[in-house]
T-cell receptor
Framework: SQTIHQWPATLVQPVGSPLSLECTVE??????LYWYRQAAGRGLQLLFY??????ISSEVPQNLSASRPQDRQFILSSKKLLLSDSGFYLC????????????FGPGTRLTVL | KQEVTQIPAALSVPEGENLVLNCSFT??????LQWFRQDPGKGLTSLLL?????REQTSGRLNASLDKSSGRSTLYIAASQPGDSATYLC???????????????FGQGTILTVHP
């Protein structure tokens, strides 16, 4: 069976500090990968998606970047955090092709102070 | 641009009631629609996936219907239980040609509370 991991589970960072959130998927290969953010009072917003190693597409202009160094690893980064980067970050995966469900990880709660 | 709306925003019912959650979307050219459940502070759990060619899907006490032409989906929960308390989200995958790479557009969710 497939599982998706995210770490850390929670993170408190000062404004201006760097960020690295990691997501890994087990039990599948060549998945599509996604980063979403869920901010208080707002719905889930797609930030990045990736269809393969090194292939990243950004959905919204922002202070964040994403990378996919390995097939089942997806990393969300920032060089300098802003207060507005606070939120709940969710990684998701989906098997390629056809009518496939999207599955989500447990999320990372980021608080920028 | 696709917009997804969920009504009501919050719902409180006594245990045992049957209930309906609503989801509407502005662009009927969708590939599929997925219902999720989110418990406080947790990730999303997939409940049901309805393909654009389907009218409904069932899983246990859950039944989801899709009327693509009118841009509507409903999630029916039978014999509700306190354990059903959570936020329910619907999401649509846009595009009829499968070129959307699985990107989802989410509604704001319905917060459901089932009290004993």
């Amino acid at each position: 069976s497939q599982t998706i991991h995210q770490w850390p589970a929670t993170l408190v960072q000062p404004v201006g500090s760097p960020l690295s959130l990691e997501c890994t998927v087990e039990g599948t290969s060549n998945p599509n990968l996604y980063w979403y953010r869920q901010a208080a009072g707002r719905g889930l917003q797609l930030l990045f998606y990736s269809v393969g190693i090194g292939q990243i597409s950004s959905e919204v202009p922002q202070n964040l970047s994403a990378s996919r160094p390995q097939d089942r690893q997806f990393i969300l980064s920032s060089k300098k955090l802003l207060l507005s980067d606070s939120g709940f970050y969710l990684c998701a995966w989906r098997r390629r092709g056809g009518y496939n469900e999207q599955f989500f990880g447990p999320g990372t709660r980021l608080t920028v102070l | 641009k696709q917009e997804v709306t969920q009504i009501p925003a919050a719902l409180s019912v006594p245990e045992g009631e049957n209930l309906v959650l609503n989801c509407s979307f502005t662009d009927s050219a969708i590939y599929n629609l997925q219902w999720f459940r989110q418990d406080p502070g947790k990730g999303l759990t997939s409940l049901l996936l309805i393909q654009s060619s389907q009218r409904e899907q069932t899983s246990g006490r859950l039944n989801a219907s899709l009327d693509k032409s009118s841009g509507r989906s409903t999630l029916y929960i039978a014999a509700s239980q306190p354990g059903d308390s959570a936020t329910y989200l619907c999401a649509v995958r846009p595009g009829a040609g499968g070129t959307s790479y699985g990107k989802l557009t989410f509604g704001q969710g319905t917060i459901l509370t089932v009290h004993p």
